[in-house]
């Protein structure tokens, strides 16, 4: 019995132990993957709501395609990026008229005989300003989700950058191949090379912090001098970001 015992406990054990699943997860990109997702589905739902259903779907790009009675309306192309495109037919097919003729009559234009038999065939010609009204309004309806996928899509690009930046910045400092004068010019080009963007800002800001915390207190700091111009730089770069915020 007592490997009966053995086993019992073992279970309880491997019960009460954290696993390598419940560990937390990585909350921003979770984040922001739900806000990308949410984005989609509300762009979705917005076209459901015209009355499109999806038709298919390749390389990353969705065909949605309206109503049958409304074929006429244009078709949306939707990109993962967050980018629609519109295409518009110019002949919409309607119906055949079938028609039985006792005697043979003379060919008209449109359709086609045969021993009396009369075949024509209905299309639809879509107005040029009624199809810019409808693309008008497929704009309006798709923009809010479209726009907010953008920003999410970014949004998560500019986390994943700003999460990879202190390995880069290592990559370039620990480079022992290069002279510690390079390496501080490449640092000093990282930094300067920031767009004057919110994005930019971050960025610049988390440069400045390694080269405050990891450079200049390292062997081979930057020389007074330099290490003076580069201050003040960035602090009337942040005094102008500052003043536009105001």
Request: hydrophobic content about 35%; overall charge negative; glycine content about 4%.
């Amino acid at each position: 019995m007592w490997w009966l015992w053995f086993a019992l406990a073992f279970a309880q054990e491997e019960a009460n132990s954290p696993s390598s699943d419940d560990s937390p997860p990585d909350e921003e990109i979770i984040i922001y993957g739900d806000r990308i997702q949410a984005a989609r589905r509300d762009l979705h739902q917005s076209l459901l709501d015209l009355g499109y259903t999806p038709k298919r779907r390749k390389d990353g790009r969705t065909l949605y395609m309206p109503p049958w009675k409304q074929r006429w309306k244009p078709r949306v192309i939707v990109d993962d990026d967050g980018f629609a495109q519109f295409r518009s037919p110019q002949f919409v097919f309607q119906g055949v008229d079938l028609g039985l003729q006792p005697e043979p009559f003379e060919d008209i234009p449109g359709t086609v005989t045969n021993q009396g038999v009369r075949v024509g065939v209905r299309f639809w010609i879509t107005s040029g300003r009624k199809l810019v009204w409808q693309q008008q309004r497929l704009s309006e309806a798709m923009e809010p989700s479209l726009r907010t996928l953008r920003d999410a899509i970014s949004d998560e690009a500019h986390a994943k950058r700003m999460q990879d930046l202190p390995g880069e910045l290592d990559a370039i400092w620990l480079d022992v191949s290069s002279t510690p004068e390079r390496r501080r010019h490449a640092l000093t080009e990282q930094l300067l090379r920031c767009a004057d963007t919110p994005e930019g800002r971050e960025r610049r800001d988390a440069i400045w912090v390694y080269l405050s915390e990891v450079v200049q207190t390292s062997a081979y700091p930057f020389p007074d001098a330099a290490w003076h111009r580069l201050t003040a730089l960035v602090v009337r770069e942040t005094q102008a970001d500052e003043s536009i915020v105001e």
